[in-house]
């Protein structure tokens, strides 16, 4: 017994232990890279002065116009799907479910909250973790899930104007849906830590726009054709889905 505690169970854990560490440091640092500030760098404005305050797209899109706020997005998402991939190709073996699951909320904690911001203006903040946790959410979720939840995502922000009603509606649908998978065995139980540690950032870091929606005082998509484009994409993409379901 004592043999194979140290040939086999204390290597194996202190190996699964390396392997969580290391990449949870990757991923927070990616996480933690301030796209949105340094965009508003860029063009010569303190993001976390401007609008919102808040450093993401939704905000640079208010404060710079679709473009950087495209540019935000994209590049904040991209920062999920990257960590998450890496997680994937670089995990052990009977690994790879419990070190994608924490470098997926790891690099949602470092997007929230970044030492790189820290080191630039003294305080730890950053955004709010939309655009990279539905970075992580592609890698993550099955892709039935993450395309109606984007699908519905698209419809809800084209029809209403509201990208904060958006993100809080589609992250519910889809961790109730991922609890359910879950439950009938269809995904690593594991997975229910990442789905919902998202979860409650999302929600955390939302709260000021849930109020806001509530008050009626939530700022709105400002263009006509870029919400009709919305609406129209998700529409396809649902029902591209659900007829490939079929």
């Known amino acids: 017994m004592t043999s194979i505690l140290f040939t086999q169970i204390i290597p194996t854990t202190l190996t699964m232990v390396a392997w969580l560490l290391m990449l949870s440091i990757i991923g927070y640092l990616i996480g933690a890279f301030p796209t949105a500030y340094l965009i508003g760098k860029i063009n010569h ?10 450093m993401g797209a939704n905000n640079t ?22 960590v998450t991939l890496l997680a994937r190709l670089l995990a052990p073996v009977g690994l790879v479910a419990d070190v994608v699951t924490i470098s997926a909320l790891t690099v949602v904690i470092g997007h ?31 892709l039935p899930v993450f395309t ?7 419809v809800v922000a084209g029809l209403t104007g509201y990208i904060p009603l ?9 961790s109730i849906w991922m609890l359910l998978l879950a439950c009938t065995g269809q995904i690593a139980p594991i997975e229910l830590l990442y789905v919902f540690g998202v979860a409650v950032m999302i929600y955390w ?42």
């Open 112 to 142: 929230n909250w970044s030492i790189w911001v820290w080191l630039i203006t003294g305080h730890l903040r950053g955004g709010k973790g939309a655009a990279t946790a539905g970075g992580t959410w592609l890698i993550c979720a099955p």
């Open 148 to 154: 109606i939840t984007l699908g519905l995502w698209s």
């Open 166 to 174: 958006a993100t809080l509606v589609t992250f519910a649908i889809g």
């Open 61 to 82: 899109y208010h404060t710079l116009g679709a473009r950087w706020g495209a540019v935000v997005w994209f590049i904040d998402v991209n920062k999920g799907i990257m």
């Open 45 to 54: 404005i303190n993001i976390f002065a401007a609008g919102s305050g808040n």
């Open 205 to 246: 870091r939302h709260r000021d726009n849930l109020q806001a929606l509530l008050d009626r005082r939530e700022r709105q998509l400002k263009d006509v054709t870029i919400k009709n484009l919305m609406a129209v994409a998700g529409i396809v993409v649902l029902v591209m889905t659900l007829v490939n379901k079929l």
